[in-house]
């Protein structure tokens, strides 16, 4: 399978690709990593701290509003939607970052920051998170609520409130509690004043692969693959949508179509006492996210922590880091255990896909003009400097029929151009590492990937297009789910209570007896207890 003739490859070594070397191993400074922490559990410090770990970042036009761009991050993975009683909140002593560069000196022109506050009703009165039915955000029976503030930080220092005192949609709870939870979800939409929207609260893990590709490359022999690894889980979701010049060079997408995001997350240090945590000193960056995969398979385990500590801005200085790009451990691997030859030479075209976005400007092996921002007719040039971010060209259409493999099958407007929640990214970033942007054919041998190809929960068709989320789905051992049947107004519908508890545990029947038992004392405290 071939891509068309904009991503054909140069034959040889491009001689300009030196400029790009010597701009990545020379370019000046590298300050102290300082902090910890990104990516379903990428790093060993980050792992332990769930509630800021950006696990996926994703950014493309929107498909039913052209006009703007739609950013969606993903924090705390792997939550098991029976996690209760506190189930998965937001981190209060924290802030939850986009970054956005539109002239390419690898800082924020505009950071939108979401900080969160906590409205906990339960005090010494209970532990449950809800005590009903919960039909609406400000229902009574939901016990612990949260609300955000969303900031646009320019990079003149200028600060604008976008949003105050949103709500967040809750963990679910489960059938019994949340039978509804679409409502919910669409409530916690908020507009935002001037154009663009904002979703805040759960999702249903948009990120498939089978991750068994640790064990030895899916088992050594290609025999651990098809299972979706993130099955039945659940994310923490900020997706924000905006016009597209409220993120361009001097506001004008037309003339400067190409952006760089990446996400952060940062913490303040934790005093702990007995029965008590308190937020002092400063905020420190403990994630941070752009291009998937990057921190899991290029940057090797001495950089994990520090890589989560970094700036876009420092990253070229880091030599480690920068080889680590254009020399990759991974087609070794494959070539180790498979046979499949390695790329030979420098891999310019992994600078280009992971530190300057796809331009012929630069000089590289990929021939194309994608989405860097050199491209940006405004742009100073001289203040270029390569970073890790995921890059976009704003002003390539959607396509309503979007390839899995994106840019290796022809479609412009998938990964690496952005992220769009049907990108394929594990299989595209496996041929790539085996020169497939390069070279312009697919590597055969690896063309079945993982066999995981999609996402098994349909993403929707509007804002905030992530799928919603598991409510109250058990997942075994095997990854398979059993969902709880429930009909429009709750209730348990002619399952029998024991078989229930067998599939999918006893948190349901609680509940659901738990509302049968409220409303018998309701009853009793109007009627009498020898009343019907």
Do not use: C
Not at 385 to 398: D, T
């Amino acid at each position: 399978m071939s891509s068309p003739h904009a991503l054909s490859g140069r034959r040889g070594q491009v001689a300009a690709a030196a400029l790009v070397a010597a701009t990545l191993l020379n370019a000046a400074m590298f300050g102290g990593t300082n902090a910890t922490a990104s990516s379903h559990r990428e790093a060993p410090l980050i792992a332990g701290d769930p509630a800021v770990d950006n696990t996926d970042l994703y950014a493309f036009v929107s498909p039913d509003h052209k006009d703007t761009v739609t950013l969606v991050g993903n924090w705390s993975g792997f939550q098991e939607p029976n996690g209760g009683p506190n189930f998965f909140p937001w981190a209060e002593d924290a802030q939850y970052d986009f970054n956005v560069d539109s002239d390419g000196d690898a800082k924020p022109d505009v950071t939108l920051r979401f900080t969160f506050q906590d409205d906990d009703r339960r005090k010494n009165n209970t532990f449950l998170y809800a005590n009903g039915v919960v039909d609406s955000l400000d229902d009574e029976n939901l016990l612990f609520r949260q609300r955000y503030n969303l900031e646009a930080i320019y990079q003149n220092g200028q600060k604008v409130k976008l949003v105050s005192n949103a709500p967040v949609a809750p963990s679910p709870n489960g059938p019994a509690s949340m039978p509804d939870f679409k409502k919910l979800r669409d409530q916690a939409v908020t507009q935002i004043a001037g154009g663009g929207k904002v979703y805040v609260g759960p999702s249903e893990d948009a990120f498939f692969a089978d991750l068994r590709v640790f064990d030895l490359l899916y088992g050594g022999n290609l025999s651990e693959v098809g299972q979706d690894t993130l099955r039945g889980y659940n994310v923490n979701t900020i997706a924000i949508q905006l016009p597209k010049q409220a993120l361009a060079l001097r506001n004008d997408a037309h003339r400067n179509p190409n952006i760089g995001i990446w996400s952060t997350t940062q913490r303040r240090t934790m005093k702990l006492s007995p029965g008590k945590a308190e937020a002092v000193g400063d905020f420190v960056q403990v994630s941070r996210l752009g291009n998937p995969l990057v921190n899991e398979v290029v940057a090797p385990a001495g950089l994990k922590d520090a890589f989560n500590g970094l700036r876009p801005d420092q990253d070229a200085g880091v030599k480690e880091l920068v080889d680590r790009v254009v020399n990759p451990e991974l087609p070794k691997l494959i070539e180790a255990i498979y046979k499949i030859p390695a790329p030979q030479g420098q891999r310019d075209d992994l600078a280009e896909i992971f530190l300057t976005g796809i331009t012929r400007k630069l000089g590289a092996q990929i021939n194309a003009d994608l989405n860097s921002q050199v491209n940006n007719q405004d742009v100073d040039a001289r203040r270029f400097r390569p970073s890790e971010m995921l890059r976009l060209n704003m002003m390539i259409e959607p396509n309503a029929n979007p390839n899995r493999l994106g840019l290796l099958a022809g479609d412009t407007q998938g990964f690496p151009n952005g992220r769009r929640l049907t990108d394929d990214v594990v299989d595209i970033a496996v041929q790539a590492m085996e020169g497939a942007a390069a070279s312009g054919k697919l590597v055969d041998a690896l063309a079945t990937g993982d066999k995981v190809d999609a996402n098994d929960q349909p993403f929707e068709a509007a804002f905030p297009y992530v799928g919603l989320p598991r409510n109250g789905t058990a997942v075994n051992a095997s990854g398979n789910t059993a969902e709880v049947a429930v009909n429009p107004v709750g209730k348990i519908g002619n399952i029998d209570p024991m078989a229930m508890t067998t599939a999918v545990g006893s948190a349901a029947v609680f509940g659901a007896g738990f509302l049968l038992w409220r409303k018998r004392q309701q009853h009793i405290r109007k009627y009498g207890s020898h009343s019907k």
